[in-house]
């Protein structure tokens, strides 16, 4: 287990592999704003343990991966599919599960519209077909078909947005609220787990400010929905009850959407993977990726 600069795409990205490489393999695709370490070392140890082969990586604008500068050169969920791709054709590997959770999972649904050979299923964990309309409700305050964020997180994000933190422990302390703004109420938001993971996100992070990108990125994209209809990816959908950004319509929508595909609830639970949903996570997974 260590962190692997690859080139992909014409890019640098950062990536850890866990486990056996001849084990069967999962892609986890992490979400806007956040690096792979989101995907904590516990939960990807339940997969492991598992018969897993796992690998993570550091979206565009994350962590050590190259960042951009949008004024110079835009992109949109197309390119960060690629970028996937990319990470699975530099470990070797024809194809995989997927496994992403909020942009991640819509990252794994544009590998599954436009590479249907490398996705061998997918899990979309707290997702949606509709990105490109939250981001316009939260950043340009228009009305989405599917439920909005609730306002607490357009209110966090908006406050972030226009009084950008600039030292470390503001920087940190921008993302537990966030993050907390997030919380459902099955399980207490841990803040001493948190400041740990953005501290660490904060002194690994070649360009903190890029990773405001993401929002950027999505607010050009088309509803999913119809071209979703014509995959065959077997899918899961796992989704909390609470959600405050994605509500759960979001991901009753995906699974509408993909014909075959299958939701796992989890009951009050909001836009996160606390530890003590993880056994339930693992087995949907783990059922899911049998092969």
């Known amino acids: 287990m260590a962190e692997r600069m690859v080139k992909a795409n014409g890019i640098d990205i950062c990536t850890e592999d866990f486990g056996d490489p001849g084990d069967t393999p999962i892609l986890l695709v992490m979400g806007a704003s956040a690096q792979m370490i989101l995907w904590e070392e516990g939960f990807i140890a339940g997969l492991v343990?598992?018969?897993?082969?796992?690998?993570?990586?550091?979206?565009?604008?994350?962590?050590?991966?190259?960042?951009?500068?949008?004024?110079?050169?835009?992109?949109?969920?197309?390119?960060?599919?690629?970028?996937?791709?990319?990470?699975?054709?530099?470990?070797?590997?024809?194809?995989?599960?997927?496994?992403?959770?909020?942009?991640?999972?819509?990252?794994?649904?544009?590998v599954a519209i436009d590479h249907p050979g490398r996705i061998r299923s997918m899990t979309s964990i707290m997702s949606t077909p509709s990105g490109g309309e939250i981001a316009r409700a939260i950043f340009m305050g228009e009305t989405p078909d599917l439920p909005p964020p609730d306002q607490k997180v357009i209110d966090v994000?908006?406050?972030?947005?226009?009084?950008?933190?600039?030292?470390?422990?503001?920087?940190?302390?921008?993302?537990?609220?966030?993050?907390?703004?997030?919380?459902g109420s099955r399980v207490p938001f841990d803040v001493g787990r948190f400041t740990a993971i953005f501290e660490r996100e904060y002194d690994r992070a070649a360009n903190w400010p890029a990773m405001n990108n993401h929002g950027l990125a999505l607010m050009d994209e088309e509803n999913r929905s119809?071209?979703?209809?014509?995959?065959s990816t077997p899918?899961?959908?796992?989704?909390?009850?609470?959600?405050?950004?994605?509500?759960?319509?979001?991901?009753e929508a995906t699974v509408e959407a993909?014909?075959?595909?299958?939701?796992?609830?989890?009951?009050?639970?909001?836009?996160?993977?606390?530890?003590?949903?993880?056994?339930q996570v693992w087995e949907a997974i783990l059922a899911h990726t049998a092969e």
């Open 49 to 110: 343990e598992g018969g897993r082969y796992v690998i993570r990586f550091d979206n565009r604008d994350t962590g050590q991966t190259t960042s951009f500068d949008l004024e110079q050169e835009t992109y949109g969920l197309a390119d960060m599919a690629n970028d996937a791709v990319g990470v699975l054709d530099a470990y070797g590997l024809a194809s995989a599960h997927l496994v992403g959770a909020s942009m991640g999972g819509m990252i794994s649904q544009q």
């Open 258 to 279: 993909i014909e075959g595909a299958r939701m796992v609830t989890l009951d009050q639970v909001g836009h996160e993977l606390p530890e003590p949903i993880w056994p």
């Open 226 to 231: 119809t071209k979703l209809r014509n995959i």
């Open 235 to 251: 899918t899961i959908v796992i989704h909390g009850t609470e959600d405050p950004i994605l509500p759960y319509p979001h991901g």
């Open 157 to 183: 994000n908006m406050k972030y947005t226009l009084e950008p933190p600039l030292s470390r422990s503001d920087r940190v302390r921008s993302r537990i609220e966030m993050f907390e703004a997030l919380a």
